[in-house]
């Protein structure tokens, strides 16, 4: 195994499953059934526990830290590969671990892996710790910390007893800086803290009865400055606290006890600038708080005991500035503290039963900001609090089958704050909150009907005298393509999409409501700082409208759907706070959404009725129809996947003939084996790049000294990708064809008295297989427009040729071939519409001149050109009874090829390989390489 420096590559592959890190260039692996550490020189160190009972030697009191021959512990590099835990005791395992004592410390690169293990509490692929303290009389601390840890933990069999964690930080550190004397001018605290977590955890099989983390983060930080001076001038703290945290969950079938997080981080800071019996002085309190985390949950099977996060943040954080002053002398004392999270989340569940809360992107924080100052005399003090504490909250949760039991939240932010001022002056902390969180739901969902559903959601009961500005509504988008729900409440959601499919089609057909809502519907207003008191206030009002219509036959003109039913509800807050469904909507009776997406090219146009009485809101089917504008050209790149796969059974007719060679001797049989791979641009009126690759196998026999024929059987395959513009928009599409058959073969030579004429011919027959995707080409289920299909090919060639020799060294050979190959019909569903694949055909003639010198006799050089006329290769389809453009490489290419002709072994001159390049222009532009091998025997 190899291991590439710049590239992430291959740790362990077990039970089918890729575990990966990024590591120096290094071959092989050493074992000693895990006994010990296995270096790989600046590479990956391996170490394997478990294997025939062994591993005991590295646990030290159940808990398991990867050290080296010296017993100091591995900080990096490091795989710790668990295969049986029978016999042994592990309490707790690290694939990495960083200690550090008033000092930077990083695990990096580092992974757990259990294969098998019944008996291990905790599961950590990379964890750093540190702890620092440090107690100065100084003027000025600029000392900085950094704590970093990068890992993957995976459980594919097995349990762990309490948690899982990609990687997991923890950090306790205090500085104070204490400055005494006499006239102290300028005292500062740079003090810096730094956090830095990336991990993976997957749980494959098995179960964690905890929590699971991606990445996580534990920090405790003070920072404090102490002046006490007769005279000083300022005393200023600039303390930064930052926290960056990105993780990855991975839950494919298992449990997990508790809840699951892309990515967490638990922080409690705290700030201080304090002087006492001084004048003329200023204290500053200019602290930063920053958490920048970033998480992705994915769960695919399986079940979650409590809640999953896409990205969590749960915030402790205070600052002080106080002074004590002693004189009746000017003293301003100022808290500009900032506190900035950015939490960035999302959650993908298909099929797993949740039996908490869901959140794209949560965060919980409570911060402390004070400001004041005690006078001894009448003199007052200027005291001022600018804090700012911004929380940006970004999230979204994407729900394709399963079962949710608890709420459902895109962005949700939880606020507590407590803010002091003397004599509540100049208070002007601010707070500027956003919340962004898309929700969408797909597939067979089942949500409890007590449940709520929130776009952006802000509990900030505890804010009554700080201004708070926020934006939790604009933007957030509810998108329905699931079975129909029941919720108690759901709110903030700008845009409520719904897509009409499968998925709730018997609904529809009974007249039920896709969204049912029991208890409350919300929007939140919108405050902005405008510099006004208490700011500006927007009431906010949703949109609702049809996105899209699958085409099998969901809805037919005139039919009316029932989308949102809140009949049952007894409140509707925010908007034109009318008391009725209509005040939450900007929607009216009678807007119309026109040219909404039917299946794979029908449109419809829809109206909508804001039913007030009732308290729901309708939309009636007024009109279906197909375009032919938008048939003929919008879907061509789905005819082009079929002439990718056309022009990818050709390459193996071109492949053979290049092999078929001159004869041999009567009886022989000459096995062949080619390999060939090129890249080529089809000009189809648009264009298709493909990447090929073939490979045949067959055998011949010389019947006489004129004639043989054989028989080969071949595999191609073709990686491709389609362009196509349309009114300026870029339609684009890519796939893969394969294609599995075999030839029939045969040549016959004419002896002349100035050279040979020939005739040969092919016949072809096999099978392919197209596959093709487009994210540019949306149904009406909102799904991507794909295709899988399937199809015989017949084909063959007939040809002459005739080889003139110049002297015993130089010839030339002159031919000119027909070439026929059909790919036979095939239809396909998408979206409900069928499109139909009629046969394709290429016909083309080539006429190629190729001239041979023999270099000695073991090698002959060739080099030669062509010209080829395609009068087809049209791919010809259709759908809804109109014809799709057809995409076709009509017209001519041109060629030059180089190539060697070798017996590489003296004493064995049976054995010939050929290997060539060739290069084209014209309707077929690229190149290819190709490698063959005869035999005789």
Wanted: neutral net charge.
């Amino acid at each position: 195994m190899i291991f590439r420096r710049a590239l992430v590559s291959i740790l362990v592959t077990t039970i089918g499953h890729s575990y990966t890190a990024v590591a120096a260039e290094k071959t092989d692996n050493l074992a000693d059934n895990g006994s010990s550490w296995l270096k790989e020189n600046n590479g990956i160190n391996k170490i394997i526990i478990g294997e025939n009972g062994n591993g005991n030697s590295l646990i030290n009191n159940g808990i398991l830290i990867p050290q080296d021959s010296i017993g100091k512990n591995i900080t990096e590099n490091n795989v710790i590969n668990i295969k049986d835990t029978t016999g042994l005791n592990i309490d707790t395992v690290y694939g990495g671990y960083c200690q550090g004592q008033n000092q930077s410390c990083s695990a990096n690169n580092t992974a757990v892996v259990v294969d098998n293990g019944t008996n291990i509490n905790s599961i950590l692929g990379a964890s750093s710790t540190s702890s620092t303290q440090t107690d100065t009389s100084n003027t000025s601390n600029t000392l900085t910390y950094t704590n970093k840890a990068v890992g993957s933990a995976y459980l594919n069999s097995g349990s762990a007893t309490n948690d899982m964690y990609g990687t997991q930080t923890s950090t306790d550190t205090t500085a104070v800086l204490n400055a005494n004397g006499g006239s102290i001018f300028a005292v500062t605290n740079g003090t810096s803290y730094t956090n830095e977590a990336t991990g993976n955890a997957h749980l494959n099989s098995g179960s964690v009865n905890g929590s699971m983390y991606g990445a996580h983060t534990s920090a405790n930080a003070t920072a404090s400055l102490n002046v006490h001076s007769n005279n000083t001038y300022s005393a200023t703290n600039n303390a930064n606290y930052t926290n960056e945290v990105t993780g990855n969950a991975y839950l494919n079938g298992g449990s997990v006890g508790d809840s699951i997080y892309g990515a967490y981080v638990e922080s409690t800071s705290a700030s201080n600038a304090s002087t006492e019996n001084y004048s003329k002085a200023t204290a500053t309190n200019s602290a930063n708080f920053t958490n920048k985390i970033t998480g992705n949950v994915y769960l695919n099977g399986g079940s979650v005991g409590s809640s999953a996060y896409g990205a969590y943040s749960s915030s402790n954080a205070s600052t002080n500035a106080f002074m004590n002053v002693s004189f009746n002398e000017p003293a301003t004392t100022k808290n500009t503290s900032t506190f900035n999270n950015q939490i960035s989340g999302n959650l993908f569940l298909t099929g797993t039963t949740v039996n908490g809360n869901i959140y794209g992107a949560a965060s919980n924080d409570s911060s402390t900001v004070i400001a004041k100052a005690n006078m001894s005399n009448t003199q007052d003090p200027k005291v001022t609090n600018n804090a700012t504490i911004t929380s940006n909250v970004k999230g979204n949760i994407a729900v394709d089958g399963g079962t949710i039991n608890g709420n459902i939240y895109g962005a949700h932010s939880s606020v507590t704050a407590t803010t002091t001022t003397f004599n509540n002056a100049n208070h002007t902390t601010t707070f500027n909150i956003t919340n962004q969180g898309n929700v969408s739901l797909s597939g067979n969902v089942n949500v409890n009907s007590n449940a709520e559903i929130w776009g952006g959601y802000l509990d900030n009961n505890t804010l009554a005298t700080t201004p708070v500005y926020y934006e939790i509504f604009k933007g957030n988008t509810f998108t329905m393509s699931s079975s129909p729900i029941t919720v108690s409440k759901i709110g903030n959601f700008e845009n409520y999409n719904f897509n009409l499919n499968n998925n709730n089609k018997t609904a529809i057909a009974n007249n039920q409501a896709l969204v049912t809502v029991t208890d409350t519907m919300q929007n939140d207003n919108t405050v902005e700082n405008d510099g006004t008191v208490g700011g500006k206030t927007t009431a906010n009002k949703s949109t609702v409208s049809i996105a899209g219509i699958s085409g099998t036959g969901i809805v037919k003109k005139g039919d009316t759907i029932t989308l949102i039913d809140s009949s049952g509800a007894s409140s509707f807050n925010g908007g034109d706070n009318t008391g009725d469904i209509g005040g939450l909507f900007n929607t009216q009776t009678g807007d119309t959404t026109k040219n909404i997406k039917v299946g794979l090219v029908g449109k419809a146009d829809v109206s909508y009725t804001v039913d007030t009485a009732n308290n729901k809101i309708l939309a009636t089917v007024d009109d279906i129809s197909v375009s032919k504008d938008d048939v003929t050209a919008s879907v061509k790149p789905l005819a082009e996947g079929r002439l990718a796969a056309l022009q990818n059974t050709t390459r193996g007719a071109d492949l053979l003939l290049d092999v078929m060679g001159k004869n041999k001797a009567v009886g022989t049989f000459t096995p062949i084996f080619v390999i060939d791979g090129g890249l080529y641009k089809y000009n189809s009126g648009s264009h298709i790049r493909t990447r090929d690759y073939r490979t045949m196998l067959g055998t011949r026999y010389q019947f006489t000294d004129n004639f043989y024929a054989g028989i080969a059987f071949e595999y191609g395959r073709s990686n491709y990708d389609t362009y196509n513009k349309f009114n300026s928009v870029n339609v684009n599409g890519n796939g893969h064809t394969y294609n599995y058959g075999a030839s029939i073969f045969g040549k016959y030579t004419y002896n002349l008295n100035i050279g040979e004429l020939y005739t040969d011919a092919v016949f072809r027959f096999g099978r392919t297989r197209t596959e093709f995707k487009s994210h540019d080409i949306i149904t009406g289920s909102g799904s991507s427009a794909k295709y899988k299909s399937d199809a015989n090919y017949v084909g063959g060639l007939v040809g002459t040729g005739f080889i003139y020799s110049l002297n015993n060294t130089s010839s030339f050979d002159t031919s000119a071939h027909y070439f026929y190959d059909q790919l036979r019909s095939d239809s396909v569903v998408i979206d409900g519409d069928k499109v139909n694949f009629k046969r394709a055909t290429s016909s083309r003639a080539q006429l190629k001149e190729q001239y041979n010198y023999k270099l000695n006799n073991l090698a002959t050089l060739y080099f030669g050109g062509m010209y080829e006329y395609e009068f087809d290769s049209k791919a010809h389809a259709n759908t809804a009874g109109i014809s799709i453009d057809a995409p076709s490489v009509k017209g001519s290419t041109g060629a030059l090829e180089l190539g060697v002709k070798a017996t590489p072994f003296v004493k064995n001159k049976d054995l010939t390989v050929n290997m060539g390049v060739k290069g084209y222009v014209g309707k077929r532009k690229g190149g290819a390489l190709s490698l063959s091998v005869n035999y005789d025997f």
